[in-house]
């Protein structure tokens, strides 16, 4: 497995990122039970829940920019 370095934001950093690029997709990674137990969400944002991203990638916009997030 390689590994990569992967870059943090801010709420607000990720505020500004979606406001000056239309590329961006914001990806909930949350699991269903967690999503139950804190069901809020960043507006706009797809669920995706992580143990399934690498069998949806191929339904993930190619040349997005992608934000994860999670609890």
């Known amino acids: 497995m390689v590994s990569q370095d992967v870059a943090r ?3 607000e950093e990720l505020r500004q ?3 000056r690029d239309e590329r961006v997709v914001t990806l909930d990674v949350r ?6 137990l804190h069901p ?3 507006p706009g944002s797809r669920w995706l829940p992580l143990a399934d991203v690498v069998a949806s990638s191929a339904s ?9 997030y999670c609890t």
């Open 9 to 11: 934001l801010s709420p």
């Open 17 to 19: 990122l979606r406001a």
């Open 31 to 36: 699991t269903r039970d967690a999503r139950a």
């Open 40 to 42: 809020y969400a960043i």
């Open 60 to 68: 993930l916009p190619r040349g997005a920019t992608l934000v994860a």
